[in-house]
């Protein structure tokens, strides 16, 4: 008679991760599958280690598990594999700065699946923070106020806005009805139904309280360990502490589309002569 062990679970702190090990992602299995899919919306980050032998197929395999997978159009691909975009740390793959992935689009990704397969000796950890906790940590009135705004995304490249998107301040997750605080340093320009200096002082406090200590976990990476983060309740940022290559192989999930309240006010039309957006038609200096 054969004996299954269960796999090994290890909290990574107390806001959020959890380490898996006695997992094979070459053979999941569906109840494997389930496990780790049941981990990842309880502690919104999954590290699962030992995967040192993860080949490409059983990584695609696995992120569409999850939904649809990305073809990337412009990022470094595996050869062969469309499906796997390389991260290195020579060429670009270092995002210093606290995010969620590609929140300018109007369906951002669901997750995103990294496989590290060159690791510096010491440094290159990542950082997530977990952002159900932070907006439950605001204040009623401050929720209350946040749960009627909307926010909008871009990105830039060259100076150009290239893609925008307007999400809910506050998004519901649509398995878990968790709210989550939907903004993020790299990618939000602004809150439209405020006025810019008014929009300028409550981003930049969300965005200091969202990267607080105590809404973090912290994880060292090892050769083949595999992250699965939830892009609709987290925040990550990669800590460039190093000087040796740090190289990783990366699936994304597309995603759905953030849901939240409708907002409750109009957006802000500025007075003749004061500071408008930088995305408006009527954009007078870069922001």
Not at 249 to 261: C, E, F, K, S, Y
Not at 267 to 279: E, I, T
């Amino acid at each position: 008679m054969s004996t299954t062990i269960a796999p090994k679970v290890r909290l990574m702190a107390g806001a959020l991760g959890a380490q898996v090990c006695g997992i094979d992602l070459n053979t999941l299995t569906d109840d494997g599958f389930g496990h780790i899919h049941d981990l990842l919306l309880k502690h919104q980050v999954v590290f699962i280690a030992g995967q040192a032998d993860l080949t490409p197929e059983a990584h695609i395999a696995f992120g569409r598990r999850f939904g649809e997978v990305e073809l990337h159009p412009y990022l470094p691909r595996l050869e062969g594999y469309p499906e796997i975009v390389i991260i290195d740390s020579e060429h670009g793959g270092k995002t210093d700065v606290w995010h969620t992935d590609m929140t300018f689009h109007q369906s951002p990704p669901v997750a995103s699946i990294l496989h590290l397969v060159q690791v510096p000796p010491s440094g290159g950890d990542t950082m997530f923070t977990n952002q159900c906790l932070v907006y439950e940590q605001l204040s009623a009135p401050m929720r209350e106020l946040l749960d009627g705004l909307t926010a909008i995304h871009v990105i830039r490249i060259d100076n150009e806005f290239t893609s925008r998107a307007e999400h809910p301040v506050v998004r519901v997750h649509p398995d878990t009805g968790r709210r989550s605080l939907y903004v993020n340093r790299l990618f939000t320009s602004h809150v439209p139904q405020l006025s810019r200096n008014e929009s300028d002082a409550i981003l930049d406090y969300l965005f200091r309280f969202s990267e607080s200590p105590q809404f973090t976990c912290r994880y060292q990476w090892q050769v083949g360990d595999v992250a699965i983060w939830d892009n609709r309740v987290t925040q990550h940022y990669a800590v460039n502490d190093y000087h040796e290559i740090r190289r990783g192989q990366r699936i994304t999930v597309l995603g759905d589309h953030p849901a939240g309240d409708e907002p409750r006010w109009d957006h802000y039309v500025a007075a003749p002569g004061a500071r408008y957006w930088p995305d408006s038609v009527n954009a007078v200096e870069p922001y």
